[in-house]
Nanobody, 122 residues
């Protein structure tokens, strides 16, 4: 069974950076499309970034600031986050795409990790 474990969250000031990691066990991440999502209190879960066969997609609000990447040797997907602002505060999750369709739709993803909290203060 695929298990995904996120790490790397924390508290930073606006303008700071963090790198989130999503490590997988029992399944090669390079064979599936992987996504990062986030959910702030009282808001719906939204797609942040995805990587699929080397191609990447981003939600408009993080373009130019966030980068998704993959290390096949470590079987880990990363989300590099720069120029963070308070609107980026949320629980961040990684997941594997299990249904075809829009990358940003959480319903197309499964094997969710437990999440890692990112808090950005102004």
């Amino acid at each position: 069974q695929v298990q995904l474990v996120e790490s790397g969250g924390g508290s930073v000031q606006a303008g700071g950076s963090l790198r989130l990691s999503c490590a997988a066990s029992a399944y090669p991440l390079s064979s599936v499309c992987m996504g990062w999502f986030r959910q702030a209190p009282g808001k719906e879960r939204e797609g942040v970034a995805a990587i699929c066969g080397g191609s990447t997609d981003y939600v408009n609000s993080v373009k130019g600031r966030f980068t998704i990447s993959q290390d096949t040797a470590k079987n880990t997907v990363y989300l590099h986050m720069n120029s963070l602002n308070p609107e980026d505060t949320a629980m961040y999750y990684c997941a594997a795409q299990i249904h075809s369709g829009r990358w940003s739709y959480p319903g197309n993803f499964g094997y969710w990790g437990q999440g890692t909290q990112v808090t950005v203060s102004s």
